[in-house]
């Protein structure tokens, strides 16, 4: 049963690029333990949205708030920080490094110099590193380099990298762009799976991979709502149809 209390608020978002609105006063809430899926035709506005929840784009006006807090009076750091991960549409892993080391760098208490300096491979810090890998089906690839790995598995270790993190709201543009069937079946259970504990908002076109995962659909068209509810009920939806599916 998921909290009626929303972990992320969008409020009255606007953003606008030389006059045009990609984001025109939207407003919506993602609850607790939520696997959200947003949806719509190419610059509907979807990955905009991404891009203020987590900083990179500062709104021309509207708040986001993220359990309670307005996001976008910080710093993409500073967000990061707070609790929230971003995966992009294109895989950003260390190419030249080993699985494992890619995940090594993601620990929180990596970073820093001073902190970077002092961090040791004990045992515990392994222990850590292959149980998240297995989380993401990359157990038996730890010690392989990156640059070697499918790019369905790329998408696994930077959903990975995220996850190390422990962050309570993963957003997640495309994750199953360019994946195998196989894989994106996979990808379907691990994002099921990672939902419980944390908030996960998903951008996806693949109605038949949405109607698998999503316990919400929110539809965007021309950077406002069009329409929210089950995949069943806004794939029902004639203004759905007519904007999105229909094409």
Known sequence: MKSSNPVLMVEGLT?????????????????????RVIIGPNGAGKTTLLDMICG?????????????????KLAEHQIVRRG?????????????????ENFEISIPKAYGIKTSLAFKRTDAVRKHIH?????????????????RLSHGQKQWLEI????????????????VAGMSPRE????????????HGRSVVVI?????????????????????LLAEGSAAEVQADPRVIDVYIGH
Do not use: C, W
């Open 15 to 35: 953003v606008a690029f030389d006059g045009f609105r990609a984001v025109d006063n939207l407003s919506l809430q993602v609850a607790k333990d939520e696997l």
């Open 56 to 72: 990179k784009t500062k709104p021309t006006s509207g708040r986001v708030l993220f359990k309670g807090e307005d996001l976008t």
């Open 84 to 100: 929230v991960g971003r995966k992009f549409q294109t895989p950003s892993v260390y190419e030249d490094l080993t699985v494992g």
């Open 131 to 147: 149980g998240f890998a297995e989380q993401v089906f990359l157990g038996d690839v730890l010690h392989q380099k990156a640059g």
């Open 160 to 175: 990975g990298m995220l996850l190390i993190q422990q962050p309570e709201l993963l957003l997640l543009d495309e994750p």
């Open 184 to 195: 994106r079946e996979q990808t379907g259970e691990l994002l099921q799976r990672i939902s």
């Open 204 to 224: 996806e076109h693949d109605m038949e991979f949405v109607k698998r995962i999503a316990h919400k659909v929110t539809v965007l068209h021309q950077g406002q």
